[in-house]
């Protein structure tokens, strides 16, 4: 699912030289790509310049299913964080990906009722555009 908000004024990502792929290519492929060595076929997110296991450099970044569950999540209702006041409450997640649930995303979890969040939440990666362009993954309850 692809949504479209560029009057969303929020903080953009800041890509380095590792984790630019990551940023590219939900860009330009609307999908979710998650780090993996091309040796021992370990996922990696945040990206990682390296394989810690077999020390390789050959780290590609493949489509993942984007469905996972919700491992850590928050609901913040203050305007504390600078770029997000105008979006409280907004419902921050920790989503362990079906791929190998020890890579997690944090993200926000949108189109939720937020009484209704919990640990084990089936969710799915939707995409949001926001200013200049960006594009940022975030999650929303499954349909089933
Ligand atoms: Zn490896």
Known sequence: MQLA?????????VPDEVSEGFWEAVKE????????????????????PQCFTCL???????PVSGRGEVA???????????????????IGVLVALDED?????????IDADPTAVHVGMKVTA?????????????FTPSES
Request: with cysteine.
């Open 126 to 138: 939707v995409f949001e555009t926001i200013r200049d362009g960006w594009v940022l993954p975030q």
């Open 72 to 90: 850590g999540w928050t609901v913040m209702y203050e305007k504390l964080v600078a770029g997000f006041e105008g979006q409280v409450p907004y």
């Open 56 to 62: 390789t450099s050959g780290l590609a970044f493949v």
């Open 101 to 109: 649930p020890e890579v997690q995303l944090a993200a926000n979890l």
């Open 5 to 13: 908000d560029s009057s969303i004024d929020r903080p953009v990502p």
């Open 29 to 48: 492929h609307g999908d979710l790509r998650i780090q993996q060595c091309d040796q021992c076929a370990a996922y990696y997110h945040p990206p990682v």
